[in-house]
Structure formats: C-alpha cells, structure tokens
C-alpha cells in the first residue's frame, strides 16, 4: 500500500535573536490511508512544527522549511506555489488546531465558519447546499439543535462544543488527510474521552488518514495505528503502538512510558519514574546524541556521535544502547 503522505529528511529552521536552530531536523514518516500515525513528546520537542510544515504555514520570517520533501498523493507540496497550496488547505488536507476559542473568529457563527471553507473549496455547491452541508457536519460532530446552533458564536458554546466546531471545519471539505493537533487540551477528562472517540468514529466512516499531535501516551495506545517518538527536533524511535509499547528502545520512550500511572494493586505505593534533568535548547544541542546527558545508559559514544535511526527489536530506534537490546 502506498502512503498518502510521505514526508522525507524534513529540516525547518528558525532564526532568533539567541541565534539559528532547526525546531524541525532530518525527519521522515509515513501516513496511509485510513491508518493514524501519533507525533508524541514533551512540549518543544517540534510536533507543531512538523504539522505547520506540512500545511506550509509557518511564519517566515522567523522560520523557514530549509530542505527536504512533503510527498501527498504523488505531488510534493513544497514545490508548490501558494495558490496550489490554498487549493489542499482545508480541502484535501484539513487541520483541527490547539485552542479553538483562538482558533475561531469571535466576530462570525460558527455556521458562517463552517460555510467559508466550503464556499472556497466547493464551488460546484449552491448557497442552500452549503448551508445544508453546514448543518450536517454540526450535527455529524454531535452537537444538538445544530439548524439553532449555525447561528450561535463561539462565547456561547463549551470548551467541548468548540472543539466539535473545529473538527466539523476540519472534515466538511471530506479531507484525505486530518492533523489534530492535541485536540484534547484544556478540556476535562470527560469530554477529552468524547472528543477521541468522535474523531475516531468520523476517521472510521470516511476513511481519512490521520497525524495526531499528542504528549498523552494513553491517547496514542487508544487511536493511534503507528508512533513516531520526537525528542530535540528528532524522531528517536519509530514502529507500531504494539512494538512501542511492548518493546520500547530508546531510553527516552521508557522513560515517558514509565513515567504514566498505572492503576494495578499496590502501585499506589510506588513513586513514579521521571526523567532527570531538562530538554536541551535546540540552540545549544550537546555533541553527539541529544538525550544523552539524561540517559541512564549513557557511554562514551553517545556523547562524541549522534546515533542513526536505525532497527532494533524489529523497528527503528535512534540509540547506541537501545535498552531492550540483549
């Protein structure tokens, strides 16, 4: 099977006053239709990034995609002009963003919202079938009385009803590709469970192929089909959840995995592991491998070469002591 999208060596690069870094530096992975490829790692660690890449939305200045490529569905984006882009934006490639009270114009319905991403992308459609359409995706998302709510503004929704919002703007265009950026920030527990199971709900019935930016570990083991594991502007491990959970790698992996509570009889009594010391400044990287000066398993190596992404315990592992290694 072919992926839909294939992104190969990406390097986005960001010039500040505290000098020149790459957020984003010699990464590739694979989505496929249908299937959900996770982005996890701690905060900085370049998943926005990486999606903002593939969109070609980030800001330059201050940043700028220095090399690499963007393959969706044969065309590589990157040598795209801007009108072709506008073209797959919101149309081919839909994106549910961080915050959606920022992300959603407080001044239009969420109706009108809904409508101007079809009004750009389907021109084929009349006023009342984009209106219909704009009816349908409220109510495909689960939000009730959805011909009553076209005419409401984001202040009168829930956190929880605006994240809904976004995800029908995301899906109306019936996009090949959906990237969630954590879509489940800042809503409580309960609706962060109703928010994933729609997305995976509407995945399932269209069919879309999905990046999902997440630092949860729990939300990539219920939707994610494979896992790209950044740390430092680096993929370090890469492989299916069942090969990421079951036989992590990377020193790193094991460490967020280790650090997630678990619920088993007598584990209350058990302090949970955390991972010493603090993220590199991308500015200032160590020689050799970036997570070195964490890693209890460091040797002389690490700290004089940076190490390849390579197979250990049957997928890839950026590590000179892969720590599931005999």
């Known amino acids: 099977m072919n992926p839909i999208l294939e992104v190969k060596n990406l390097r986005t690069k960001f010039t500040t006053h505290d000098g020149?870094?790459?957020?984003?530096?010699?990464?590739?992975?694979?989505?496929?239709?249908?299937?959900?490829?996770?982005?996890?790692?701690?905060?900085?660690?370049?998943?926005?990034?990486?999606?903002?890449s593939v969109m070609r939305l980030i800001p330059s200045p201050p940043g700028v995609i220095e090399s690499g490529e963007i393959i969706f569905k044969g065309r590589d984006l990157l040598k795209l002009s801007m009108d072709e882009m506008r073209s797959i934006r919101g149309n081919q490639i839909g994106m549910i963003f961080q915050e959606p009270m920022t992300s959603l114009n407080p001044v239009f319905t969420i109706g009108d919202q809904i409508e101007e991403s079809l009004k750009l992308h389907k021109k084929d459609l009349s006023g009342k079938q984009i209106r219909e359409r704009a009816i349908d995706m409220i109510r495909?998302?689960?939000i009730p009385s959805p011909e009553k709510r076209f005419f409401d503004y984001p202040h009168q929704l829930s956190g929880g009803m605006r994240q809904r919002v976004m995800i029908a703007m995301a899906l109306s265009c019936s996009p090949d590709l959906l990237i969630a950026d954590e879509p489940t920030t800042a809503l409580d527990v309960t609706i962060q469970a109703q928010i994933l199971e729609l997305i995976k709900k509407l995945?399932?019935?269209?069919?879309?192929?999905?990046?999902?930016?997440?630092?949860?570990?729990?939300?990539?083991?219920?939707t994610c089909h494979e896992v790209?594991?950044?740390?430092?502007?680096?993929?370090?491990?890469?492989?299916?959840?069942?090969?990421?959970?079951?036989?992590?790698?990377?020193?790193?992996?094991?460490?967020?995995?280790?650090?997630?509570?678990?619920?088993?009889?007598?584990?209350?009594?058990?302090?949970?592991e955390t991972i010493p010391g603090i993220v590199p400044s991308l500015v200032n990287l160590p020689p050799g491998c970036r997570f070195s000066d964490r890693c209890g398993f460091k040797t002389d190596i690490c700290s004089k070469q940076e190490p390849k992404l390579e197979t250990h315990g049957g997928h890839l592992t950026a590590c000179h002591n892969p720590v599931g290694a005999p």
């Open 20 to 52: 020149s870094f790459y957020a984003v530096d010699d990464i590739s992975f694979k989505v496929y239709e249908g299937k959900t490829l996770g982005l996890v790692g701690e905060s900085g660690c370049g998943k926005s990034v990486s999606s903002l």
């Open 140 to 142: 495909l998302v689960g």
């Open 203 to 222: 995945q399932t019935e269209l069919n879309t192929a999905m990046i999902l930016i997440t630092h949860d570990l729990g939300v990539v083991a219920e």
């Open 228 to 272: 790209a594991v950044m740390y430092a502007g680096k993929i370090v491990e890469y492989g299916t959840v069942e090969e990421i959970f079951n036989s992590p790698q990377h020193p790193y992996t094991k460490g967020l995995l280790n650090s997630v509570p678990h619920f088993e009889t007598g584990s209350r009594r058990k302090k949970l």
